[in-house]
């Protein structure tokens, strides 16, 4: 194990991995720290990427040559693109995608970058010296340095989750929150705030009587989320 690189990126979820390759690929020695291995990328909420505005995002992030739409791409299950009654310039790519295989797809881009590392732990503080940023501490109680941190925290500092009129801390569902680093900035005069995040109620899909349902087919034309040239959507797609 190294304690020293380049690039520190705090939390694997998209928008860390994609920091993470990105200085990686820019040949920066890179490290990408996160609670779970396994939770890579994690589709927190509706296993959806793209949509009005935010299919035009993933786009230009694979004209930087970023991986969001590669790897949606790879692991969609329906593809659709909205707005097609309008003209092309209101279009917008979204694609369902299967939440494990992003994961996997998302994991296997990580393990298979060059300069790129990873390290399963959770940074609970910024390391400081003379009002600059020089590395993070873990729970674990490792200290690794770098010349710059990418905080890439998601839901998850000081995460608060409301069920009903319950409060639970968390980042979301079933996994903690982080503690530390939200305070260390607020100390340092950063203002931190809590922005909301809503999810729809989860139905039980054997209690559903499917044929009051109108079926909604994905499309066959294959419009991609990349331009890149892949076979696309090998997954069987899905109504
Ligand atoms: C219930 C719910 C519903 C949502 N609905 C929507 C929606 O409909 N549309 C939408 O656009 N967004 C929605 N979001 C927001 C969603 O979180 C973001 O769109 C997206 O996941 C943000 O990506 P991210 O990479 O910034 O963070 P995340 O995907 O949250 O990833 C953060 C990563 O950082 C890791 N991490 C956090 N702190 C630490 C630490 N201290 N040390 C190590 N690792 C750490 C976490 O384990 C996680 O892997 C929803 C979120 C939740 C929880």
Not at 210 to 227: A, C, D, R, W
Request: net charge positive; charged share 20%.
């Amino acid at each position: 194990m190294n304690f020293n690189y380049d690039v520190i990126v705090v939390g694997a979820g998209h928008a860390g991995c994609e920091a993470a390759c990105a200085a990686a690929n820019m040949g920066s020695r890179t490290l990408l720290i996160t609670m779970d291995m396994n939770k890579i990328a994690q589709m927190s909420c509706n296993p959806a990427v793209g949509g009005i505005a935010k299919g035009q995002i993933v786009r230009e992030i694979d004209a930087l040559g970023g991986q969001m739409g590669i790897v949606t791409d790879k692991t969609a299950i329906q593809f659709r693109m909205l707005n097609k009654s309008k003209g092309p310039a209101m279009w917008s790519p979204r694609a369902q995608s299967d939440r494990q295989k992003f994961i996997e797809t998302w994991r296997s881009i990580i393990e298979n970058t060059d300069n790129l590392y990873m390290w399963q732990d959770t940074v609970k503080e910024l390391i400081i010296e003379n009002n600059t940023v020089k590395g993070v501490r873990t729970t674990m109680n490792v200290s690794i340095y770098a010349t710059c941190v990418i905080l890439t925290a998601g839901t998850f500092m000081n995460g608060l989750m409301h069920i009903g009129r319950t409060q639970i801390q968390g980042g979301r569902i079933s996994e903690p929150a982080s503690f530390g680093i939200t305070e260390q900035l607020s100390q340092m005069g950063i203002v931190v705030g809590r922005m909301k995040t809503g999810k729809p109620v989860r139905i039980d899909g054997l209690s559903i009587d499917f044929s009051k349902n109108i079926k909604k087919e994905g499309e066959n034309e294959f419009h991609k989320l990349s331009y890149l040239d892949f076979i696309p959507r090998p997954l069987q797609q899905q109504p």
